[in-house]
């Protein structure tokens, strides 16, 4: 919900917040403060809301009756600050003149403090704490010396029932430096998980006992706790500092240096109003949240997997077949039971467990066998053990930038490529300890032999987008295989973990920072201007051994199909619902949490395209601002399909187009190159023909009616309802490089030494590419005469096969000016780009003059481009003499070279050379005679491609 949208005096809000879709928060004047939720689950955060300090009610639920509300109550800290926890659907709002109580000079909250630290029999735990003497008469103006109680923070025990320290703490009114009860400061309570027999009933509550598993001490073992009010108007900004001392054992702990602090000091800081939890001689802080609102246990979910919370995490996972279902969460155990069906979600068991859990690993227990949570979103190497995390401390440093703009999808220019692959060569510039890894992905600054190389290459190229093949976790080269070494290569269509980032391409092996490092990496790419697509294979799952399949297997086999469609033996059955769902929130939760700007979808043809539309749809209706691109393989394993007219195919994509969802297009790409892994079958580029299948092409593959229901051939070469729909390519990662291609057609017809010819091939075919309708793809170094030695299938081959040379760019300098200007040429046109069946069927007249030649001339002033008109040739032949409508044109492409006719008119005919594009135009500086006819409007020069 942009700002923008917003009733008018927007300029009166401050302290914005916003999701980037359906939850916003924002502060009028410092006198109000207002959150709304329009999503389906609930939203939690910590806002600063620029109120004061004190305790408000909720305006929409609430009434002020004797200073109390009678609804929910808000509490705003020393800093402005309060956590919130909005309910789906709702909105919460708070005013200064709503108050609960009177703001006086005190502002007594709970605080807690847990302090890790091991101790035997005998030892107990104090800390010391307070305001610094030499800041407080500095910065505060207190004077400390006469009184410590002015550098004391005001507190009252709220646990005088445990016989060991009640003694201690009666009649202890502060938290300060000096030792006037005892000879170690304030006593502490230990805290532990096993309830004292001689207790009598289990009651579990800390604040009576010291004892239990409330959620505020369930951290393990060796914690140790103090619960208290205190007067957080005593603090520094709700900040106070505490040191720890063990008697009869380590005494006081080394000197600490923590961050983001109010001042320096060699203590730990806490924060009043929070619970604050500390390992001994740790510089950080475990965690630190509010108090106040805690949000209460429940088994409601919006998501499966682990659902994450300050105080308590809800685990859940679907189980179809049985309800022998346990959660493992760091060597416990926890009986997992059925909940009510809701939000979609069926055949859930679910467990909510209180405490802290960040960085806790779990699996899933399901008749006796470990299963892997497959919504986890981080595992611990070579086990199948999950990781709990909270994902709002993985941000980029300095927070996500916005997405880069794209108006309309066809305005798009893909670019594939492998993380390895890109910055692995030695002659990438990127610094050795990054090559081959996210963030040498986007490194800036690198160059070979003054060329720019890595991200600063792809932005002087001029694409939109990367589309980077599989970054999620998968099987081969993880810590799984013993063999397992640094050269190890895979392109990685492996899945094993569909939510977690791969851990090969990472530096590190902190969890948080590993996820920090590719979220750097996609908003690094975001700061360039370029929009990042996540290549993902959800048709199948990695294969292990004689145990077989380990993702799914082990809780049903209900995720698999009958018939082995992807060729692994272990189809995915998205026609199950909630497999469907796990899919589409797999795909939410890369957009939303990894801000992914599109999909790209390995066999997508195994899918029922009704399917495949449900997601397009939810994800476009979940982020319509973002204009997502959604593509994949309109083909299954090569298998026999008895559902095949169900499934995704060129002749059912139409079908879906409200969800835009595209598809790659093999009829255009065969036609342009001819077989896919050898020198045979031609192909236009080689001047063998397919003119008609490059016509249909060139405008998009569009249908030959707009009827999008109305039944066709499955592989029919019309299909599109939308040029979006068609992603147009000559090459990809699979299947020979565009370069492997020419050679090997080279070879076969003795033209292996004719390299300026090869290369105007090279040129030829992506600039037909470039210049039709649709949205164009290009492999990953296809601008530089990427080759692979031949190998057609590189999906396990070393770096010497597989990586970019950038030696390449420097010695192809040429062919990499023409597909940068060639792109610039197309961005800058909107003629290009058209947008709809019917601009497209009005506004391009495609015919063949000759064999070998194809022309499309272009109404471009329909979609407000400023060449008024544009002509494309295509001629695979001989050069061919093209005689021109009646005026004058400007020459923008011709010869191989984009620059090569700069803007220079011509009238008449113009030479289009062969194996070339020519692209001619007239804008408003040059002339048409209106009452002059178009002599190749002559009917029997029209070909007729069925339109």
Known sequence: MPKENLPNQTSWLDHWWDNGNKQIAFSRNNKGFVVINQESFPLEQIFQTGLPAGNYCNILDSEVVNKQCTGTTITVNQDGTAYLRVEPFTVTAIHIEFKATINDDDDWKRTVMLVYGKTVPGQNMFIR?????????????????????????????????????????????????????????????????????????????????????EPLNKYGPNYWMLDVEMDCSKTVDGWFELKSYISNGTQWEGDIKQSNTPYSSKNHFGKCGYVNVFKRNHNEPVIMFPLANKPTQTQSISRLGADYRVENTVFSIWSPDTSNIQLWLEGQIYRMEQIPDANGYTQVYAVTVSGYHHLKPYHFIINGKVARDPYGVMV????????????????????????????????????????????????????????????????????????????????????????????????????????????????????????????????????????????????????????????????????????????????SQKYFTETDLSGTGNSVNASVPMVSRLIRDSLEFWAREYHIDGFRFDLLGIFDYAVVGEWGKYLNAQFPERNLLLYGEPWNGFTADPLEANRVRLGTIARIADAHVSVFNPKFREALKGQNDNGLGGGFIFNQGYESQIAVGSRGSIRANNVPHLPIELWAQMFAANPEQSINYVSAHDNLTLRD????????????????????????????????????????????????????????????????????????????????????????????????????????????????????????????????????????????????????YGVAMEKSDPLAGNGRNVSGSIVAEGTAVTVLYRDDENSIDENSSDENSVIDSIFSFFW
């Open 741 to 888: 291609k020419i050679l090997a057609v080279a070879q076969l017809n003795n033209q292996v030494a004719n390299t300026d010819y090869l290369e105007r091939i090279q040129k030829f075919a992506n600039g037909i590419i470039l210049t039709s309708q649709g949205i164009p793809f290009l492999h990953g170094g296809v601008e530089m005469m990427r080759d692979k030695q031949g190998n057609h299938n590189s999906y396990n081959a070393p770096d010497e096969i597989n990586k970019i040379r950038w030696q390449w760019k420097f010695d192809n300098e040429n062919l990499f000016e023409y597909y940068k200007n060639v792109i610039a040429m197309r961005r800058a046109h909107p003629g290009f780009r058209l947008n709809s069946w019917e601009a497209i069927n009005e506004n391009v007249t495609t015919y063949q003059p000759r064999k070998g030649v194809i022309v499309n001339h272009i109404n471009a002033a329909a979609s407000g481009d400023d060449w008024k008109e544009i002509i494309v040739i295509y001629n695979a032949g001989e050069n061919y003499t093209y005689s021109l409508p009646s005026g004058t």
């Open 380 to 555: 611990k190497p070579a086990t199948d053990n999950n990781i709990v995390m909270d994902m709002s401390l993985t941000e980029p440093i300095g927070g996500w930038v916005p997405h880069p703009p794209l108006l309309k999808r066809e305005d798009a220019v893909i670019y594939e490529i492998h993380i390895r692959d890109f910055t692995i060569d030695e002659n990438s510039g990127v610094d050795a300890d990054k090559r081959g890894k996210y963030l040498g992905m986007v490194q800036t600054g690198t160059t070979y032999q003054g060329k720019a190389t890595g991200l600063d290459h792809l932005i002087e190229l001029g694409i939109t987008h990367v589309q980077i093949l599989p970054f999620f976790d998968f099987a081969s080269c993880s810590a799984k295989y013993l063999n397992n070494q640094d050269d190890c290569y895979n392109w990685g269509y492996e899945p094993e973990n569909f939510n977690v980032p791969e851990e090969s391409y990472s530096q590190q092996t902190d969890y948080v920072e590993r996820i920090r490092e590719l979220k750097t990496m996609i908003n690094a790419f975001h700061k360039a201007g370029i929009r990042v697509i996540m290549d993902v294979v959800y048709n199948h799952t990695a294969v292990f051994g004689i145990g077989g399949e380990s993702t799914f297997s082990r809780i």
């Open 129 to 213: 704490g307070g305001i610094d003497h030499d800041y407080a008469n500095r910065a505060l103006n207190r004077d400390c010396s006469d009184s410590n109680d002015n550098c004391a923070i005001p507190i009252r025990h709220l646990n005088l029932k445990n016989p060991s320290t009640r003694t201690l703490k009666i009649g202890e009114t502060h938290l300060d430096w000096h030792d006037e009860k005892c000879t170690s400061g304030t006593p502490l309570d230990w805290t532990i998980d096993k309830w004292p027999d001689d207790w009598g009933e289990e009651k579990r509550t800390v604040a009576e006992h010291g004892f239990g598993e």
